[in-house]
């Protein structure tokens, strides 16, 4: 078996996290979800706030601070794997 490319397998599973419902996932899950997703596609977050910044942003904002320290490969890596669990 040849092992695709980690940006294949991520891509394959953003789709599968396109396909999900909000409902089916526990608001922890989906936060961990999104700031892996962020730290896997724009790396570690700036904390440049804007005067829109709400709450929720602020939850999502700490989910994805939380895991700052991964590089780009492992939040790929780490999504995928979370994924895969909840499918």
């Not at 700036?46 to 904002?61: P, V």
Request: proline share 1%; aromatic share 8%; glycine share 2%.
């Amino acid at each position: 078996m040849i092992e695709r490319d980690l940006d294949t397998r991520f891509a394959e599973a953003v789709e599968i996290a396109v396909a999900m419902t909000q409902a089916s996932l526990p608001q922890d899950d989906q936060l961990r979800l999104y700031a892996l997703y962020k730290q896997a596609t724009m790396g570690t977050v700036d904390l440049k706030q804007n005067s829109a910044y709400h709450l929720r942003d602020a939850f999502k904002t700490n989910a994805w601070m939380q895991i700052s320290h991964l590089s780009i490969d492992e939040a790929k890596e780490n999504y995928i794997l979370m994924i895969h669990s909840l499918k």
